[in-house]
């Protein structure tokens, strides 16, 4: 056998691994989108179920949030310590492993603990795979590639809604916990395949993680990651939780409002494929900030104008895609930093925005408690929406003044 034929089995070409880690990285993300939307699927199924009201389910659909939360924060303490491969298995397991039990519930507060404890498995999957996607990503092409692999979370949404829907036909609810649980863990065996990250970390994965995110110059680009991030998911929630109400109190019907409404996370799945293959020919900051600012100007003709609804229908996909620059805001939390601090500075610039989720609805609720025309939502949406498009502006200003590759 010639030697090149030896060093082709004992190393396999670059391509091969970035594809391998596109694959694994983005079956995680497909996945985790598919469990995080699985209680609200299955909400409607147990009202009738267990004859109870809507509102006694949001202390579980509120634990899953915060389980989420609590599992960004604890992978980004571990995940710079730690090999991340091992970590993204038992993640991957754990999500799975607690999505089955939750078939077998009888009661919203059983719910409740199980979506707690699932969130968590969820969050630390969700970075793990970003980050790892990150660490292998082709130099020539970074911010394309992870930005790629996030398309995956608006797929999951989107098949997993269809599936869901099925199951709940020809199952009833529990099929949709059980799928939840039994392809992650069919999937986590795969997940050895995956590269581990360089064993030799800089000095900044000893150090306190946190706090090296605003050593060495980071500081203001940690401030700017985590505002945008908060921003964008207030802006995200606030608008999607509420459109539909707002736009039937406008005078369309219930069926119209819906099929506008789903225009928007329609824009934020087209949104990634249209922005990543610029990101790196014309700087990552650059193509975002255009893509925000187009966002933010479709919010505020949602509210400003009465719109032909041919015309409203193309507007909320525009403001989805700016709403999908989410995925851009994590990539730079994840490119902006050595790989020392890599899942300390994704994880709490993710925490940022979740803390941002919860927020949104409950902004969006105030302003209508305030007896507000429900217009009026999108038009104080704009502002938080511009100020985003404005803060990637500064980022790039500043990474490019600091020398770092967009």
Same mark, same amino acid.
């Given at each position: 056998?010639?030697?090149?034929?030896?060093?082709?089995?004992?190393?396999?070409?670059?391509?091969?691994?970035?594809?391998?880690?596109?694959?694994?990285?983005?079956?995680?993300?497909?996945?985790?989108?598919?469990?995080?939307?699985?209680?609200?699927?299955?909400?409607?199924?147990?009202?009738?179920?267990?004859?109870?009201?809507?509102?006694?389910?949001?202390?579980?659909?509120?634990?899953?949030?915060?389980?989420?939360?609590?599992?960004?924060?604890?992978?980004?303490?571990? %995940?710079?310590?730690?090999?991340?491969?091992?970590?993204?298995?038992?993640?991957?397991?754990?999500?799975?492993?607690?999505?089955?039990?939750?078939?077998?519930?009888?009661?919203?507060?059983?719910?409740? /603990?199980?979506?707690?404890?699932?969130?968590?498995?969820?969050?630390?999957?969700?970075?793990?795979?970003?980050?790892?996607?990150?660490?292998?990503?082709?130099?020539?092409?970074?911010?394309?590639?992870?930005?790629?692999?996030?398309?995956?979370?608006?797929? %999951?949404? &989107?098949?997993?809604?269809?599936?869901?829907?099925?199951? &709940?036909?020809?199952?009833?609810?529990?099929? /949709?916990?059980?799928? %939840?649980?039994?392809?992650?863990?069919? &999937?986590?065996?795969?997940?050895?395949?995956?590269?581990?990250?360089?064993?030799?970390?800089?000095?900044?994965?000893?150090?306190?993680?946190?706090?090296?995110?605003?050593?060495?110059?980071?500081?203001?680009?940690?401030?700017?990651?985590?505002?945008?991030?908060?921003?964008?998911?207030?802006?995200?929630?606030?608008?999607?939780?509420?459109?539909?109400?707002?736009?039937?109190?406008?005078?369309?019907?219930?069926?119209?409002?819906?099929?506008?409404?789903?225009?928007?996370?329609?824009?934020?799945?087209?949104?990634?494929?249209?922005?990543?293959?610029?990101?790196?020919?014309?700087?990552?900051?650059? &193509?975002?900030?255009?893509?925000?600012?187009?966002?933010?100007?479709?919010?505020?003709?949602?509210?400003?104008?009465?719109?032909?609804?041919? !015309?409203?229908?193309?507007?909320?996909? %525009?403001?989805?895609?700016?709403?999908?620059?989410?995925?851009?805001?994590?990539? !730079?939390?994840?490119?902006?930093?050595?790989?020392?601090?890599?899942?300390?500075?994704?994880?709490?610039?993710?925490?940022?925005?979740?803390?941002?989720?919860?927020?949104?609805?409950?902004?969006?609720?105030?302003?209508?408690?305030?007896?507000?025309?429900?217009?009026?939502?999108?038009?104080?949406?704009?502002?938080?929406?511009?100020?985003?498009? !404005?803060?990637?502006?500064?980022?790039?200003?500043?990474?490019?003044?600091?020398?770092?590759?967009?």
């Amino acid at each position: 056998m010639r030697s090149g034929e030896l060093t082709e089995i004992a190393v396999p070409p670059a391509r091969r691994v970035h594809l391998r880690v596109a694959w694994l990285c983005g079956a995680v993300l497909f996945l985790e989108a598919y469990d995080i939307a699985s209680v609200g699927n299955a909400v409607p199924s147990l009202v009738d179920a267990w004859k109870l009201q809507p509102a006694m389910f949001t202390q579980a659909l509120t634990a899953g949030n915060v389980g989420l939360l609590l599992g960004l924060l604890g992978t980004g303490l571990l %995940g710079d310590r730690l090999r991340r491969r091992p970590l993204i298995i038992c993640s991957v397991l754990e999500f799975g492993v607690f999505s089955l039990l939750s078939a077998s519930v009888h009661s919203p507060r059983q719910l409740e /603990i199980l979506r707690l404890l699932t969130g968590l498995g969820l969050g630390s999957a969700a970075l793990l795979a970003i980050v790892t996607a990150a660490d292998f990503a082709p130099r020539h092409s970074q911010g394309r590639f992870v930005i790629l692999i996030q398309a995956c979370v608006p797929i %999951g949404q &989107v098949f997993g809604g269809l599936l869901a829907s099925q199951l &709940v036909r020809a199952f009833d609810w529990p099929a /949709i916990f059980v799928a %939840g649980g039994i392809f992650p863990i069919a &999937v986590a065996p795969l997940l050895v395949l995956l590269p581990n990250a360089a064993a030799k970390r800089r000095d900044e994965s000893r150090q306190n993680p946190l706090a090296a995110l605003f050593r060495d110059g980071l500081a203001p680009t940690t401030l700017l990651l985590w505002s945008m991030s908060l921003l964008c998911m207030l802006v995200i929630h606030s608008i999607t939780f509420w459109m539909p109400a707002i736009l039937h109190s406008t005078g369309e019907s219930p069926a119209r409002s819906i099929l506008a409404a789903s225009m928007y996370p329609l824009g934020g799945l087209a949104g990634p494929f249209i922005t990543a293959p610029f990101v790196d020919k014309v700087g990552i900051e650059r &193509v975002l900030s255009c893509a925000l600012a187009l966002g933010a100007f479709c919010v505020l003709a949602i509210g400003a104008f009465h719109l032909p609804l041919w !015309l409203l229908f193309a507007v909320i996909c %525009g403001a989805g895609i700016g709403g999908s620059c989410m995925g851009g805001i994590i990539t !730079l939390s994840c490119l902006a930093y050595p790989i020392g601090i890599r899942s300390a500075g994704a994880s709490w610039a993710m925490g940022a925005g979740r803390i941002g989720s919860i927020a949104g609805p409950l902004l969006g609720g105030l302003l209508l408690a305030f007896h507000l025309q429900p217009r009026i939502i999108f038009v104080a949406a704009f502002i938080p929406a511009l100020c985003i498009a !404005l803060l990637m502006v500064m980022l790039g200003r500043l990474r490019h003044r600091q020398g770092h590759t967009a």
